[in-house]
């Protein structure tokens, strides 16, 4: 079997792992691989052909292609190559790598760092567990995304889209931009699942009716989709009477994501319940030294900037353990998620360089205050769908090393006073 | 004449209701910040949006070109546009993010331009 020796190797070359590479790259190490199982790179940008990502990074409002685009010139400009159409098979504890392509067959990859960027898949029927019949026409959103954007297939005629992810609501505009009909996006929470900005410009632009509080509780038809039974739902019970057919070709399920880590498991690096993904601390290690983790593969974010952001730091941080200059300290600081805080990362301080925390609450707080150690912060509300950042100074930290805790809570305020 | 919007700035969607007066807005209720007027102004002066959608192309691996109108265009210009851009089929062999592919569709003025660079103008192989 043919062994690479690299530095730093970077699995996924979707926007985590090109903003990783990049920055590795930056940092002056040249000895890398990027390892991509599809046929391009970029991930989920290719199939996101809307608008609206960038606005944070480079303060322009782009579509998913024109973001990938800009990060896979600048690396083919540097001279990075992607090994594309290449799939990792293992990961072991000590970091090798075994991995499978057309041109070299099965090869090991023996990297100094890791960095884990793979990305997220999409709940599926079957962790809803629906009852009904099992016929073709059911389609996650992102896949029938990939099939109407990039393969040029409409997956049906007549849509139900079970969920409001901001996936399943930019899938109706879509859908209908394209003649189909969609019946109704169904809504099982009272209210939508993505960004208000979708729900009116997917949804209420083109009167496309939301059912909140409603799921499906029937899959009906024998080899395609005939219909679907929807129910009203209090409190986590269908509400008898109130079912009804809706007939349709297609189901989409916009039912969320989950941090795709079947790799990280094998290589023993530990996970977080509430997240999904790795546990880490500020420089992007996990538990394992010297694998790194960045992205969707770590939390799901909220917006693509995000992610390139926190690949940036882990490519620099996997570049700097190579070069043996990232310094830990002897204890830890634990970071606890505290009153209405669903997730929070890193899940641990090692360094005396400060600390980016990000978090998402469980419930929308309207007049609301992040607080962290002795650190306040304000916002006019904060949203679950959103995933905020607080930077801590080595100094907010310092008087924390003692118990080595730090707890971050949301709540609401009782006065108006000015936001942030 | 009364019209109802949500305000898209902040998480909270505040509904408001706005009185317009031929595209004059005479009061704004339901708002809870500034920013729900600032957008209740642009929603009732202009409610545009970017349209992106893809072309056809006669490259067999990139069957479709990802576009975009170059700015917003009227809300209610979206399937008219549509309807124009699935006539269209891109024929050059090479495209580059930013090139014309549709010069002011419906005498809007927008151009429909390309998300990407397909053909032989970009490879990945590494």
């Keep these: ?420 | 004449m009364n019209r109802e919007i949500i305000c898209i700035m902040c998480p909270l969607g505040c509904r408001m209701v706005i009185g317009v007066e031929e595209a004059a807005i005479l009061h704004v209720k339901g708002n809870k910040c500034k920013e729900g007027l600032e957008y209740a102004q642009q929603e009732t002066s202009f409610p545009g949006r970017v349209l992106t959608t893809t072309i056809k192309t006669t490259i067999p691996e990139v069957p479709l070109l990802p576009v975009r109108s170059e700015k917003p265009i009227p809300k209610d210009q979206l399937e008219n546009c549509m309807e124009v851009i699935a006539r269209h089929m891109v024929t050059k062999p090479i495209i580059k993010a930013g090139d014309i592919v549709i010069s002011r569709i419906l005498g809007l003025d927008a151009h429909i331009i390309s998300c990407a660079t397909i053909g032989e103008g970009v490879s990945h192989e590494g």
Excluded at chain 1, 29 to 54: S, T
Excluded at chain 1, 313 to 339: D, F, H, M, S, W
Aim: proline share 4%; with cysteine; hydrophobic share 40%.
């Design chain 1, 1 to 420: 079997m043919v062994t690479k020796e690299v530095d730093v190797a970077i699995i996924g070359a979707g926007s985590a792992g090109m903003a990783a590479a990049l920055r590795t790259k930056e940092m002056g190490i040249d000895n890398i691989i990027m390892v991509e199982r599809a046929e391009y790179p970029g991930g989920l940008l290719r199939q996101c052909i809307h608008n609206g990502f960038g606005l944070q990074y480079f303060k322009q409002d782009l579509t998913g292609p024109e973001y990938a685009e800009r990060f896979i010139k600048k690396l083919a400009s540097m001279g990075t190559p992607i090994c594309l159409n290449t799939m990792v098979t293992h990961l072991y504890p000590d970091r090798s790598i075994i991995a499978i392509n057309p041109e070299l067959g099965e090869f090991k990859i023996s990297p100094r760092a890791v960095v884990l960027a793979m990305g997220c898949r999409e709940r599926t029927r079957a962790s809803l567990g629906i009852p009904g019949s099992r016929p073709s026409g059911i389609f996650t959103a992102g896949l029938a995304q990939k099939l109407v954007n990039v393969d040029g297939y409409l997956p049906g005629e007549e849509f139900v889209i079970l969920g409001s992810g901001d996936i399943g609501m930019i899938m109706a505009r879509r859908l209908l931009l394209e003649g189909a009909t969609v019946k109704a996006v169904v809504e099982i929470m009272p209210h939508v699942g993505g960004l208000i900005r979708n729900e009116v410009q997917c949804l209420h632009d083109f009167e496309i009716p939301l059912l909140l509080e409603h799921t499906v509780i029937e899959i009906y038809g024998d080899r395609r989709l005939e219909g679907v039974k929807v129910a009203r739902v209090d409190k986590g019970e269908v509400v008898k009477g109130s079912e009804r057919d809706i007939s349709c070709d297609t189901l989409l399920l916009s039912v969320g994501l989950v941090p795709e880590n079947e790799l990280s498991r094998e290589a023993d690096v530990l996970l977080d319940d509430a997240t999904g993904g790795p546990v880490i601390d500020e420089f992007m290690q996990t538990t394992i030294e010297g694998i790194f983790a960045a992205g969707n593969v770590l939390q799901v974010y909220d917006l693509v900037d995000n992610v390139t952001l926190a690949g940036e730091k882990a490519g620099e941080n996997a570049a700097r353990y190579v070069e043996g200059t990232l310094r830990k300290q002897p204890t830890e600081i634990e970071v606890i998620a505290g009153e209405n805080v669903r997730s929070v990362t890193p899940h641990k301080i090692v360094g005396l360089e400060g600390a980016e925390l990000a978090l998402r609450v469980k419930q929308l707080v309207e007049n609301a205050e992040i607080v962290v150690g002795n650190k306040r912060r304000r916002y006019r509300a904060i949203s679950p769908t959103e995933v905020m950042k607080i930077n801590l100074s080595p100094s907010d930290l310092a008087q924390f090393w003692e118990s080595g805790k730090i707890s971050v809570s949301c709540q609401r305020r009782q006065t108006e006073e000015v936001y942030e």
